[in-house]
């Protein structure tokens, strides 16, 4: 990849950051692992979905092609993980990419047969074409926008016989503030062996929540909500229970608690920072009335993950710190 010449935005500058980092670590934004963005569906979601989480407003709308799926989502994960690398090898970046689609798939785990290269044009498709609304706040920044989860694609190169070889790629100005913030996590490369979607969405949410916790607990009516599955919760419980007997997810398993609760366990934590900083009850307490009907203890998972994709410095207060990311993340004066 690092041969493809640097090309030229129509604005006359050359502002594409090229990935040619192979094997690039990989990561995925916080944001669209808390949120169901994505469809879980196997055929196109046309539906217009509505979702409010605390103080999260999301209105997403799909195109003609149906809404982006979780599938769909390695594209971002690739690139996020490309930008990850290059701001941690000190590079300059840019929110237009270029990359190599051969390897794209690859990193992915997806086919490099023909119609491997179909699909990926198909994803870039419903990307490109998924509206979001939302006042999420991604780095220092709420707004409350409508973007594309990608601005534009283009195919930049092809072989003789039409397939795509170099495509470039504009991430929007929300997911790339993302990236810049470090408002990221990193996955498990057994992510991308995971068929089915709701696999996926079950360890993005388990990745998200669970940081440093040697369980967290959550109720099958909050997994349904957060999932973003549209099956009846019967029918979810019955496809929790089968992911429980099953056992598929890398890092983490399921296991069900009375009071319809499922309990997520990590497996190990060897790719977790050895001093994840420790929270008393009455900090806890005072995160309560800070942010009143919140669940600290998600709060707590958020704030160790933002904590640990930001270098897990040391911290002299951990109870000041994490009181004073919840004064901002609440808007508290």
């Known amino acids: ?37 994505f469809s879980l569906s196997t055929r196109p979601d046309r539906r217009i979905l509505n979702y409010i989480h605390n103080d999260a407003e ?67 498709e419903r990307l490109a074409g998924t509206r979001i609304t939302t006042n999420i706040v991604t780095g220092a920044h709420e707004t409350t926008s409508g973007f594309g989860l990608i601005e534009s694609w283009e195919i930049v190169r092809r072989t003789r016989a039409g397939r795509m070889v170099s495509v470039s790629v504009t991430l929007s100005e929300w997911l790339y503030r993302a990236v810049l913030s470090k408002s990221v996590l990193t996955l498990n490369r057994d992510y991308f062996n995971l068929r089915k979607p709701l696999e996926r969405r079950i360890y993005e949410l388990a ?35 089968d992911i429980i007997a099953r056992d598929p997810l890398p890092d983490y398993t399921l296991s069900e608690e009375e009071g319809d609760i499922i309990a997520v366990r990590p497996q190990a934590v060897v ?19 800070l942010m009143p009907g919140a669940d600290v203890y998600a709060l707590e998972a958020d704030w160790r993950a933002v904590w640990a994709a930001s270098g897990a ?19 508290s004066p």
């Open 1 to 37: 990849m690092g041969s493809t010449p640097t090309p030229v935005h129509p604005g006359g500058q050359s502002d594409f950051f090229v990935c040619d980092f192979f094997a690039a670590v990989p990561k995925h934004d916080l944001a669209t692992m808390e949120h169901p963005l």
């Open 58 to 124: 999301i209105t997403i709308t799909p195109s003609v092609k149906g809404r982006a799926t979780i599938f769909d989502a390695d594209i971002l994960i690739f690139c996020i993980s490309q930008l990850m690398a290059a701001i941690n090898a000190g590079k300059k970046t840019a929110r237009h990419l270029t990359l190599t689609a051969h390897d794209l798939l690859l990193a992915t785990g997806r086919e490099t047969s023909g119609d491997g290269y179909k699909r990926l044009r198909d994803a870039f």
């Open 207 to 241: 990745r998200k929540h669970c940081g440093r916790q040697p369980v967290w607990r959550v109720s099958v009516e909050t997994l349904l909500k957060k999932s973003g599955s549209q099956s009846p919760r019967r029918v979810f419980r019955a496809m929790l229970r």
């Open 271 to 289: 790719d977790l920072p050895e001093r994840a900083p420790q929270l008393s009850s009455d900090t806890l307490e005072a995160a309560r009335r």
């Open 313 to 331: 410095p040391r911290l002299r207060s951990p109870d000041k710190a994490f009181l004073g990311w919840v004064k901002k993340y609440s808007g």
